[in-house]
């Protein structure tokens, strides 16, 4: 099993930029493909971006393209989704999620206006 924690939410002004951690441990290996979703208040949990592992090819949500980024560090294991441009819409506990079924506890990351 892999194990996720989130790291480097907080709060910024709309605009700015946050860059977001996922550390992975436990069954590595098995690791295939990252994804970050979001859940604002009162909002079902939605997709915002992904990676696989192996290849680095990446999709994003459109309501975040040109605006963040995904990576991924295959030594570290750890996957890093950067926030440019934030807006207050972009407001929600980030999740980290591994092989479709594996969560981290998620991280705050609130713009204000």
């Known amino acids: 099993q892999v194990q996720l924690v989130e790291s480097g939410g907080g709060l910024v002004q709309a605009g700015g930029s946050l860059r977001l951690s996922c550390a992975a441990s436990g069954r590595t290996a098995e690791m295939y493909n990252i994804a970050w979703f979001r859940q604002a208040p009162g909002k079902e949990r939605e997709f915002v971006a992904s990676?696989?592992?192996?290849?680095?090819?990446?999709h994003y949500a459109d309501s975040v393209k040109g605006r963040f980024t995904i990576s991924r560090d295959n030594v570290k294991y750890t996957t890093s989704l950067q926030l440019n441009n934030l807006k207050p819409e972009d407001t929600a506990v980030y999740y980290c999620?591994?092989?479709?079924?594996?969560w981290g506890q998620g991280t705050q990351v609130t713009v204000s206006s």
């Open positions: 999620n591994a092989a479709g079924h594996i």
């Open positions: 990676i696989t592992w192996a290849s680095g090819s990446t």
